[in-house]
């Protein structure tokens, strides 16, 4: 079992930022991969950036050049340094990670941040 809790949305003008945490509790030795994705309003969940079980990094298009992910590994947690922002990036966030369990994986989500970007 993993346990995934996000902070750090909000409010922020078009040009602003934000850095969002995600903590990973439980058995986060069996995570593989973790990351964050994002869901707006009418449309399907999208990766947005994350580490790989290798190791290197994927980011969404339109956000790269402007996120950031990065993680403190002594801590169990995992940050999105958001720069630059724009209203297109309005959604709600979620941490992800997948844990490597006999026989398969399984996926594990936060319960979501909000962040709201205006114009």
């Known amino acids: 079992q993993v346990q995934l809790v996000e902070s750090g949305g909000g409010l922020v003008q078009a040009g602003g930022s934000l850095r969002l945490s995600c903590v990973a509790s439980?058995?986060?030795?069996?995570?593989?991969?973790i990351g964050w994705y994002r869901q707006a309003p009418g449309k399907q969940r999208e990766l947005v950036a994350h580490?790989?079980?290798?190791?290197?990094?994927n980011y969404l298009d339109s956000v790269k050049g402007r996120f950031t992910i990065s993680r403190d590994s002594a801590k169990n947690t995992v940050y999105l340094q958001m720069n630059s922002l724009k209203p297109e990036d309005t959604a709600v966030y979620y941490c992800?990670?997948?844990?490597?369990?006999?026989?398969?994986?399984?996926?594990?989500w936060g319960q979501g941040t909000q962040v709201t970007v205006s114009s």
């Open positions: 992800h990670a997948e844990v490597g369990v006999v026989g398969g994986i399984l996926d594990y």
């Open positions: 439980g058995s986060t030795f069996s995570i593989n991969a």
């Open positions: 580490f790989s079980s290798g190791g290197s990094t």
